[in-house]
């Protein structure tokens, strides 16, 4: 009894939490800092997922033709 509320909590913005072990990179000397977050990975696949989907675009077309060409009069 008689003591005193606790006070106030102070909070920090979230920051980064510190690196884990095996994980720290050095760059050299001198080397520009810069933080690119696209990975190069990213744009490959969707290459190859347009070349899919129009490849899959012309085999549906080409069927259609054939249905087409060769329905029953």
Request: aromatic fraction near 10%; charged fraction near 20%; hydrophobic fraction near 35%.
């Amino acid at each position: 009894m008689g003591r005193h509320p606790p006070q106030p909590r102070q909070h920090r913005p979230p920051r980064r939490p510190p690196p884990r072990p095996g994980v720290q990179h050095q760059s050299p000397p001198g080397a520009a800092v810069t933080d690119r977050r696209k990975d190069p990975h990213d744009e490959r696949h969707m290459w190859w997922w347009l070349g899919y989907f129009l490849f899959g675009i012309h085999i549906v077309a080409f069927v259609m033709i054939y249905a087409v060409k060769h329905a029953p009069k």
